[in-house]
C-alpha cells in the first residue's frame, strides 16, 4: 500500500508542477482588468515572464525522479538476473 501512495504521490506532484509550468503565463481575469486600466491610462504593461526557470527545475527534477523510480522499481521487481530492456526518450 506504501508504495502505490508513493506512486500516486509522485505523479501528482509531477502533473501539477507540469500544469504550473505551462500555464504560468496565463493571466487570471483581476489581472487583466488591471493591465487594461493601466493601458488606458497610457501607463506600461510589463508582460509576464514567458519562462520561468524555477518550475521548469522543478519539473525536471520530478521527471529525473520519477523515471530513476520507475526504473529502481523495475530493477527491485526482477530479482533474477533478466536483462531489461529500457528505451530512452528525449523529453525536448
Same mark, same amino acid.
Given at each position: 500500500?506504501?508504495?502505490?501512495?508513493?506512486?500516486?504521490?509522485? @505523479? @501528482?506532484?509531477?502533473?501539477?508542477? =507540469?500544469?504550473?509550468?505551462?500555464?504560468?503565463?496565463?493571466?487570471?481575469?483581476?489581472?487583466?482588468?488591471?493591465?487594461? =486600466?493601466?493601458?488606458?491610462?497610457?501607463?506600461?504593461?510589463?508582460?509576464?515572464?514567458?519562462?520561468?526557470?524555477?518550475?521548469?527545475? &522543478?519539473?525536471?527534477?520530478?521527471?529525473?525522479?520519477?523515471? &530513476?523510480?520507475? &526504473?529502481?522499481?523495475?530493477?527491485?521487481?526482477? @530479482?533474477?538476473?533478466?536483462?531489461?530492456?529500457?528505451?530512452?526518450?528525449?523529453?525536448?
Amino acid at each position: 500500500m506504501g508504495k502505490d501512495i508513493t506512486e500516486d504521490m509522485l @505523479r @501528482r506532484m509531477e502533473e501539477e508542477a =507540469i500544469y504550473e509550468m505551462l500555464h504560468y503565463h496565463e493571466k487570471n481575469g483581476k489581472q487583466k482588468i488591471k493591465d487594461f =486600466i493601466k493601458r488606458a491610462a497610457g501607463r506600461y504593461v510589463e508582460p509576464k515572464d514567458m519562462i520561468f526557470w524555477h518550475t521548469a527545475l &522543478i519539473v525536471n527534477s520530478l521527471r529525473s525522479l520519477y523515471l &530513476i523510480y520507475g &526504473i529502481s522499481k523495475v530493477v527491485k521487481d526482477s @530479482r533474477n538476473d533478466d536483462v531489461i530492456d529500457v528505451e530512452w526518450k528525449s523529453l525536448d
